[in-house]
């Protein structure tokens, strides 16, 4: 047997150690892949360009900075599991030296193990994502809403990246690797198992300070959302307030609650509690760093899968224009559009033949020659009415402000009117209109503020107006599934002119906008979708390794306390507890820190996001419990062994 030969041997006799190691690269060689696929597709880019070419670019961009991320977090991901089995195998090294292997043949055999690991790697995640690249096409064309789907191609410059890439990468662990293994002496590399730990402490001003933290760190976010103060800075400053608090939550006011615990002997001295209890204080104090990088990691998974989820949803376009389709007709003294009628026919036809509910509604807006769009009463309690909304009522010379824009309604809601009198210039002259209060609701979609006046100051205003504009809105409930009949009128009615050679119209659909937008949110979905997985199974394998780290030192302590009498059902219990807490605890920390941010997006819509956060914790935590239980029975079969 040569030396390499050794060290594959090596590797191979330690598959329960490396496992989870080469499963994780092995998936982030496939997500880094099907990144990689998607960006050289050579249809996506025209199909998305097609729509709109700031999507194309946006969405080039995020797969490429998301590659990136995922690159880097795998290096950083690799670099900590080959430290933790450094520290696990030290011992073994110790022997090894004692035997007569140099340090530089020991750097070698190392070097050999990670290069063996991320060849297979490299080549089981090619694989595996090759092999469902088709399905991975279809759901992305779905995402992004392209009718005609994404043809599978051989992704020849995707695996060429792929291989180069992450060839560099075990490289560089490799190399770093080495570098490790140069600390300790002889001695102190085969009494590493046996060094006592000192009992864990925690400060009781660290352990206030972490609550202080996170509870400001959400105060900032509230202020970002619910203040509209949108500032980056601000928004950056509470998410590390919070991360900076959640790393003092798990290093000292975890490990004070379970001291604290340890003090109530009530508790303490309950049954098996003085084992458990005393067991998790290490625990916790030990696996610190990892609790609070699985916590941080899962709650940007959480949070970045569903603010993507939000962005896509039909109620976010809503929320700028209420109706599914608008059609705008210009006419002035000399010319009138002859085809106001038709099209708004060919609308009303094309609904009722393909089945669809709607409610037609129009109004004749006017403006003010100092930049004020005005609409009548009347006109208003017709689209409110459409709409769903309370009517308004108004004397002669008083006015209502309704927002137009989802920026104005954040401001209306917030602050209300900042003035109470509206003063309009027409020709020369002034009207000055009490100003009521300001709508809750975007009625008339606008770039310009909108008012609503009593008909007779309406007639007043628009008594000379030369331009006359009707807009029509048609309101549909089933909009979103609208997009063939609205592609099919599109194309019909911007095709045609009138008798003078005009197009004095503008035909304008709410579905159409939206696919461009979800084509937006496909991409995000897709960038924070695979970024997230990535992220949540290097947490899952954070918390595998941690296991099997401490896997030799709890066989050696649970096989001596069977011996004065612990039974394989209170072992069972006590494992139960403790690894309830290595999975669930830095998952609920996620889960609360996600909350928040979905509670501040929620003020920022008109609609809800809750079904998209139960959604998402509800897939994670199902993974979770799957993975929990999993590892609960190979460990208990791992220390029963031990037992017998």
Request: proline share 2%; net charge positive.
């Amino acid at each position: 047997m040569n030396f390499r030969q050794f060290a594959f041997n090596n590797v191979f006799r330690n598959k329960r150690a490396y496992v989870a190691h080469f499963l994780s690269s092995a998936f982030s060689v496939m997500i880094f892949f099907i990144y990689a696929l998607l960006l050289f597709h050579p249809d996506l880019k025209g199909n998305i360009v097609s729509s709109s070419g700031t999507l194309s670019m946006l969405g080039t961009m995020g797969l490429r900075v998301s590659q990136c991320i995922v690159f880097i977090f795998s290096f950083f991901f690799l670099l900590y599991s080959a430290s933790s089995f450094i520290k696990l195998r030290k011992k073994e090294f110790g022997i090894l030296l004692l035997l007569g292997m140099s340090r530089k043949q020991l750097n070698r055999m190392l070097f050999i193990e990670n290069i063996a690991i991320g060849a297979a790697a490299i080549i089981a995640g090619i694989i595996v994502g090759a092999v469902f690249s088709k399905l991975i096409l279809l759901i992305s064309a779905s995402m992004l809403a392209i009718v005609d789907g994404l043809p599978f191609y051989l992704p020849g410059k995707a695996i060429l990246l792929t291989a180069g890439a992450y060839l560099l990468l075990f490289l560089l662990v490799a190399s770093f690797t080495s570098v490790m293994t140069r600390k300790g002496t002889l001695i102190e590399l085969i009494k590493a198992e046996d060094k006592p730990k000192p009992e864990p402490k925690a400060s009781v001003l660290l352990s206030v300070l972490s609550a202080l933290l996170i509870l400001l760190g959400y105060a900032c976010v509230f202020l970002f959302a619910l203040r509209r103060m949108f500032s980056f800075p601000l928004l950056l400053g509470g998410v590390a307030l919070v991360i900076v608090g959640t790393y003092f939550l798990f290093t000292q006011l975890s490990v004070y609650v379970m001291r604290a615990m340890k003090k109530r002997p009530r508790i303490f001295l309950k049954r098996t509690n003085l084992l458990t209890i005393s067991e998790l204080i290490y625990r916790l104090r030990d696996n610190a760093v990892m609790f609070f990088m699985v916590a941080v990691i899962s709650a940007t998974a959480f949070t970045g899968i569903g603010t993507a989820l939000a962005i896509g949803d039909p109620g976010l376009a809503a929320m700028k224009n209420p109706y599914a389709f608008t059609y705008d007709s210009y006419n002035d003294s000399d010319h009138k559009n002859s085809l106001e009628q038709k099209h708004v026919r060919l609308i009303e036809d094309t609904l009722r033949r393909e089945g669809f509910d709607y409610r037609k509604v129009s109004y004749i807006p006017t403006y003010s020659d100092n930049g004020f769009m005005l609409i009548k009463l009347d006109d208003y309690n017709r689209l409110a009415a459409a709409l769903g909304y309370e009517q308004e009522t108004l004397r002669e010379g008083e006015a209502l402000a309704t927002p137009s824009t989802v920026t104005q309604t954040g401001e209306f809601k917030l602050d209300g009117l900042t003035q109470d009198s509206l003063t309009l210039t027409k020709e020369g002259s002034e009207m000055t209109l009490h100003l009521l209060k300001a709508l809750p609701h975007i009625v008339v979609p606008n770039t310009t503020n909108v008012y609503v006046v009593s008909d007779a100051d309406y007639a007043k205003i628009n008594a000379g107006n030369l331009l006359k504009i009707v807009s029509v809105q048609f309101v549909v409930p089933d909009w979103h599934h609208t997009l063939r009949i609205a592609q099919e009128l599109r194309d019909t009615i911007n095709n045609e002119v009138d008798e003078s050679g005009n197009m004095n119209y503008n035909f304008q659909a709410l579905v159409i906008d939206w696919v461009e937008s979800r084509q937006l949110n496909g991409l995000l979905l897709i960038v924070s979708g695979l970024v997230g997985i990535v992220f949540f199974t290097f947490a899952a394998s954070f918390i595998y390794f941690r296991l099997y780290a401490d896997l030799a030192r709890d066989e050696e302590q649970y096989r001596m306390i069977s011996k004065v009498g612990l039974s394989r059902r209170e072992l069972g219990r006590t494992v139960s507890r403790q690894l309830l807490l290595m999975f669930f605890l830095p998952m609920l920390v996620a889960v609360i820190h996600s909350s928040v941010a979905f509670l501040a997006l929620q003020q920022l819509v008109d609609f809800s996001v809750a079904s998209h956060t139960l959604a998402i914790f509800a897939t994670f935590l199902a993974i979770q419990v799957v993975y929990y239980w999993i590892t609960r029975w190979r460990y208990l079969n791992h220390l029963h062994q031990k037992m017998i």
